[in-house]
C-alpha cells in the first residue's frame, strides 16, 4: 500500500519548521523564490505555507531583504483554565516570577465584592513579573481571600501559586474572564523592557474553587509582541 503524499503547502510548511527548530531568531530562511525552486511548486503555493508561519510569529518577512525567523513568542490557550507555570511547562518554557508585592491589606470595593467578602475585609494580595526563560512577558495581578494567605509564606517566585492553593485545598477549578488591549504606561514598559506605548494584552479573570465559590480575582498584563493566544471555537 503506496502511503498518500501531503498537499504541497504543507511539505513546504513542514520543511520551514524543521528549518526553524535548527535556527536562531534573526537567521535567514529561504525566500519565495528558492522554495519555488526547491519545491517545483508556484510562488502561490510557497506563500501559502509561509503565511500560516507569520500568522504564528514563527516567521517574518522584510520587503526586499528577505524571510528570518522571528523571536520565539509564548503560546496561551485562553480556552483552558492552567496557570502561568503550567502553560510555560507546555510550551517547553521555564516559568519564573519577581514578586513585586506580597502582601496582606484591606480589599477595594470591586475586590470584596468579587471576592463575595463583606466591606473592607482584608485580602492576600500578590504582584508578580511573570518569566520565561528569564525573558519578563507579563505582569500579573492576584487577589485572593485572607483565607488563603498562607501562600504568601511559599516561594512564589520558583513555585506555582496554583500548587499553593491545591495546598490549602483551594482547587481552581473554573474561570470567566475579559480580553482587551492596551498601550503601555511608563511603569509597565519598564518592568516588561518594551517601548512606552507598545501593545499590551490585558486579562481579566474570576476564578472559582471546587464549590463553586470565588477564590482568585487576578489581572494579568502580557507584552503584545511576545503573545499568541488561541482559543477553539465550535458552533
Do not use: W
Request: glycine share 6%.
Amino acid at each position: 500500500m503506496t502511503r498518500k503524499s501531503i498537499p504541497r503547502h504543507q511539505a513546504v510548511e513542514r520543511h520551514l519548521r524543521s528549518r526553524i527548530a535548527n535556527l536562531r531568531p534573526g537567521d535567514a530562511v529561504e525566500s519565495d523564490a528558492e522554495l519555488s525552486a526547491l519545491f517545483d511548486v508556484s510562488r502561490m503555493t510557497v506563500r501559502q505555507a509561509t503565511q500560516r508561519l507569520v500568522d504564528e510569529g514563527l516567521i517574518y518577512r522584510v520587503p526586499g531583504v528577505g524571510t528570518f525567523v522571528a523571536e520565539p513568542k509564548v503560546h496561551r490557550d485562553i480556552a483552558r483554565l492552567r496557570s502561568f507555570t503550567e502553560e510555560m511547562a507546555g510550551r517547553g518554557a521555564l516559568a519564573r516570577s519577581r514578586i513585586l508585592v506580597a502582601e496582606l491589606r484591606t480589599g477595594t470595593a470591586d475586590e470584596v465584592a468579587a471576592l463575595h467578602l463583606a466591606p473592607r475585609t482584608k485580602v492576600t494580595h500578590v504582584r508578580r513579573l511573570r518569566l520565561a526563560d528569564d525573558r519578563p512577558v507579563a505582569i500579573e495581578n492576584v487577589v485572593l481571600p485572607m483565607s488563603c494567605s498562607a501562600v504568601l509564606n511559599e516561594d512564589l517566585e520558583r513555585g506555582s501559586l496554583h500548587d499553593a492553593l491545591r495546598a490549602l485545598g483551594e482547587i481552581p477549578t473554573s474561570a470567566t474572564g475579559t480580553l482587551i488591549a492596551i498601550n503601555a504606561g511608563g511603569e509597565d514598559a519598564k518592568l516588561l523592557e518594551i517601548a512606552p506605548g507598545a501593545a499590551l494584552l490585558v486579562e481579566e479573570r474570576l476564578i472559582l474553587n471546587q464549590n463553586g465559590q470565588p477564590l482568585e480575582k487576578t489581572q494579568t498584563r502580557y507584552a503584545g509582541e511576545e503573545f499568541v493566544f488561541h482559543v477553539t471555537l465550535a458552533r
